[in-house]
C-alpha cells in the first residue's frame, strides 16, 4: 500500500501562483511514477502531468504546458506541482496518484486532494 497526502491548495488570483504537494508513504517511493489530476465540478477528473519513479521523464497535458512544472524528490518521498500563471479554469480539486507503470491508464493509489481556487 502506499500512502498519498497532498497540501498546498488555496485561494489564488488569476496570475498567481501556488505549489502543491503530495508525501507519499509506504513502499519504496522511487519504484513509482507520480502523476497529478484534477477534478472541476461537474467534470470529469482530467490529467494533469506525471514523472516518472527516477524524475528524468515528465508529462504534461497542454493546456498547463509551460505554466505548470512536476517534481520529485526521492529523499523526502514527495511529489510537487509547481503552478504559474493561473487561471479560473484550473480551479478543481487537485488529486496525486501513483502507480509502478509509466503513464498508466489506471492508477493504482490516490490522495484525498486539495482544492485550488482561481479567482477572475
Known amino acids: 500500500q502506499v500512502q498519498l497526502v497532498e497540501s498546498g491548495g488555496g485561494l489564488v488570483q488569476a496570475g498567481g501562483s501556488l505549489r502543491l504537494s503530495c508525501a507519499a508513504s509506504?513502499?519504496?517511493?522511487?519504484?513509482?511514477?507520480m502523476g497529478w489530476f484534477r477534478q472541476a465540478p461537474g467534470k470529469e477528473r482530467e490529467f494533469v502531468a506525471a514523472i516518472s519513479g527516477s524524475g528524468r521523464n515528465t508529462y504534461y497535458t497542454d493546456s498547463v504546458k509551460g505554466r505548470f512544472t512536476i517534481s520529485r524528490n526521492n529523499a523526502k518521498n514527495t511529489v510537487y506541482l509547481q503552478m504559474n500563471s493561473l487561471k479560473p479554469e484550473d480551479t478543481a480539486v487537485y488529486y496525486c496518484a501513483a502507480d509502478q507503470t509509466w503513464l498508466a491508464t489506471m492508477w493504482d493509489y490516490w490522495g484525498q486532494g486539495t482544492q485550488v481556487t482561481v479567482s477572475s
Open positions: 509506504g513502499r519504496t517511493f522511487s519504484n513509482y511514477a
